[in-house]
């Protein structure tokens, strides 16, 4: 089955608004990452973080191993956040899973 | 620092055909991976090379696809006798992968190749 559940798949936000991306794990993880796609499909690594919490101007990670899930917290959203984010997964050897990736609109 | 490199941007290639496509990592990264996108399965990992060598080929069609890495400067993707199921995003991403792993863990991908099989 899926190995990683990312969450909502879609979500449309006003300028300024909050959001908060899900992902969960179905096996334990030894790595997780947050990536970020532009519209035109350049990827962009946001996080590398396995585990704790992390936080990038306005963009926060929070993983939690034992819970086997991680978040993506993006604050004042913007118009130019637009775009897929992507959580991805190493749970043994140096196999990087992706989720299918959470869809964001964020409109003026 | 050019970023990871990929070539061509796109290739269209008819039924049958051949396509190759290349991927120059990032000078000092040891690990190379390749993915493939497509709007209904997303990204799929297809295989993975570190200091050269083919560590896990589990994503791989067997049959029609093979991947090299001759020199620590580029690997390729081959496919033979492509299919229309075949068209997607051909994404390279290349890691430090350190001892320790920790950051050095974390995946810079190129811009990819978009192949479409008529």
């Known amino acids: 089955g899926q190995q990683v559940q990312q969450s909502p798949a879609s979500l449309v936000l006003q300028e300024g608004e909050n959001a908060e991306l899900q992902c969960n794990f179905s096996t334990s993880l030894n790595s997780m990452q947050w990536f970020y796609q532009r519209p035109e499909g350049s990827l962009v690594s946001l996080f590398y973080n396995p585990s704790g919490t992390k936080q990038s101007g306005r963009l926060t990670s929070t993983t939690v191993i034992k819970e086997r899930r991680s978040s993506l917290h993006i604050s004042s959203s913007q118009i130019t956040d637009s775009g897929t984010y992507l959580c991805a997964m190493r749970a043994g050897g140096y196999k990087v899973v992706f989720g299918s990736g959470t869809r964001l609109l964020v409109s003026p | 620092n050019a970023g990871v490199i990929q070539t061509p941007r796109h290739k269209v290639t008819g039924k049958g055909q051949e396509a190759t496509l290349w991927c120059e990592p990032i000078?000092?990264?040891?690990?190379v991976f390749w993915y493939r996108q497509t709007i209904v399965q997303g990204l799929e990992f297809l295989t993975y090379?570190?200091?050269?060598?083919?560590?896990?080929d589990s994503g791989m069609p067997k049959e029609r696809f093979s991947a090299q890495m001759p020199n620590q400067s580029h690997s390729t993707l081959k496919i033979q006798s492509t299919q229309p199921q075949d068209s997607a995003v051909y994404l390279c991403?290349?890691?430090?992968?350190?001892?320790?792993?920790?950051?050095?863990?974390?995946?810079?991908f190129g811009s990819g190749t978009r192949l479409t099989v008529l």
């Open positions: 090379f570190r200091n050269q060598a083919p560590i896990d």
């Open positions: 991403a290349s890691s430090l992968q350190r001892e320790g792993g920790g950051s050095a863990e974390t995946l810079y």
């Open positions: 000078s000092g990264h040891s690990a």
